[in-house]
């Protein structure tokens, strides 16, 4: 099996940054792309960014140019840094990836538990 573990939630300031962690562990031949989500209360789930194996990125544009996705291959880590946050980036985060547990495996999405982001003063 394939379990995905968050870190780094937590209640910061509007204006203030923090940084999301998330690593993979199990049976894992490769990462295909990786991926922050978020949920705010009685709202849909919402694609925050996403980076490919290549590296290429996409954001929402609620989060351009404030929010950073990157990731460590070597580790199966990917991480989210978020900066002038807003208390409209309150919301549950989930990581997700796309794995291959064998090399002639299928394609299965992953996700993590959910860590709770609050902004507020």
């Known amino acids: 099996q394939v379990q995905l573990v968050e870190s780094g939630g937590g209640l910061v300031q509007p204006g203030g940054s923090l940084r999301l962690s998330c690593a993979a562990s199990g049976r894992i031949f490769e990462i295909n792309a990786m991926g922050w989500y978020r949920q705010a209360p009685g709202k849909q789930r919402e694609l925050v960014a996403t980076?490919?194996?290549?590296?290429?990125?996409n954001y929402a544009d609620s989060v351009k140019g404030r929010f950073t996705i990157s990731r460590d291959n070597a580790k199966n880590t990917e991480y989210l840094q978020m900066s002038s946050l807003e208390p409209e980036d309150t919301a549950v985060y989930y990581c997700?990836?796309?794995?291959?547990?064998?090399?002639?495996?299928?394609?299965?999405?992953?996700w993590g538990q959910g860590t709770q982001v609050t902004v507020s003063s």
């Open positions: 980076i490919t194996s290549g590296g290429s990125t």
């Open positions: 997700a990836m796309v794995v291959k547990k064998y090399v002639l495996g299928l394609l299965n999405d992953y």
